[in-house]
């Protein structure tokens, strides 16, 4: 985050995004470590291939099971209580991110601008090895010069695009 601090837009995508979890949480941690301020130029675009994921994704709503590993602080901090045990993501939050449908065997992607870091974690192992490294290629190319790909580490990436520069587990940089 601190490489980001700098940049006039920080740009993230959260692949695979599912209800969003992962992308609010990313949202958090740039407010954490950034400053609130820093959400003003935070666009964190969370995709995923199923509708009804992106919809509640988009709602922003999580039950309390979901958000018990948070600490108090950062749940009150980040979150309202909204219905019987629910918690929703504050707007401020809500308007660093974006949700959409998308298929990440549907390479290119669409997009106009490349990303500073893309998460696509718990994914690549649902695919056929040709379908990995295709999809590695393509999120490759949407990752601007320097950025960075966090995988699960379970993930292999090094095989199947070489291109990618290993970081440490599970991260990638790419020249």
Same mark, same amino acid.
């Given at each position: 985050?601190?490489?980001?601090?700098?940049?006039?837009?920080?740009?993230?995508?959260?692949?695979?995004?599912?209800?969003?979890?992962?992308?609010?949480?990313?949202?958090?941690?740039?407010?954490?470590?950034?400053?609130p301020?820093?959400?003003?130029?935070?666009?964190?675009?969370?995709?995923?291939?199923?509708?009804?994921?992106?919809?509640?994704?988009e709602?922003?709503?999580?039950?309390?099971?979901?958000?018990?590993q948070?600490?108090r602080?950062?749940?009150?901090?980040?979150?309202?209580?909204?219905?019987?045990? #629910? *918690?929703? !993501?504050?707007?401020?939050?809500?308007?660093?991110?974006? +949700?959409?449908?998308?298929?990440?065997? @549907? /390479?290119?992607?669409?997009?106009?601008? #490349? *990303?500073q !870091?893309?998460?696509?974690?718990?994914?690549?192992?649902? +695919?056929?090895?040709?379908?990995?490294? @295709? /999809?590695?290629?393509?999120?490759?190319d949407?990752?601007?010069?320097?950025?960075?790909?966090i995988?699960?580490?379970?993930?292999?990436?090094?095989?199947l695009?070489?291109?990618?520069?290993?970081?440490?587990?599970?991260?990638?940089?790419?020249?």
């Amino acid at each position: 985050l601190p490489r980001l601090a700098d940049r006039e837009q920080i740009r993230i995508w959260s692949a695979a995004a599912s209800t969003g979890d992962e992308a609010y949480t990313i949202a958090m941690l740039v407010a954490e470590h950034l400053g609130p301020a820093a959400l003003s130029k935070l666009a964190i675009l969370g995709t995923d291939i199923s509708a009804p994921v992106v919809e509640r994704a988009e709602l922003a709503v999580f039950a309390r099971r979901q958000v018990n590993q948070m600490s108090r602080v950062m749940r009150q901090k980040y979150m309202s209580p909204t219905g019987i045990d #629910q *918690f929703r !993501v504050n707007e401020d939050l809500r308007r660093s991110c974006t +949700f959409r449908r998308l298929n990440l065997k @549907a /390479t290119p992607y669409p997009f106009s601008k #490349q *990303f500073q !870091v893309v998460f696509c974690r718990n994914i690549l192992y649902y +695919f056929e090895p040709a379908d990995q490294a @295709a /999809t590695l290629h393509a999120l490759y190319d949407a990752t601007e010069s320097g950025g960075f790909l966090i995988t699960s580490v379970t993930e292999s990436v090094g095989d199947l695009c070489p291109k990618w520069i290993p970081v440490t587990t599970g991260v990638y940089r790419r020249d």
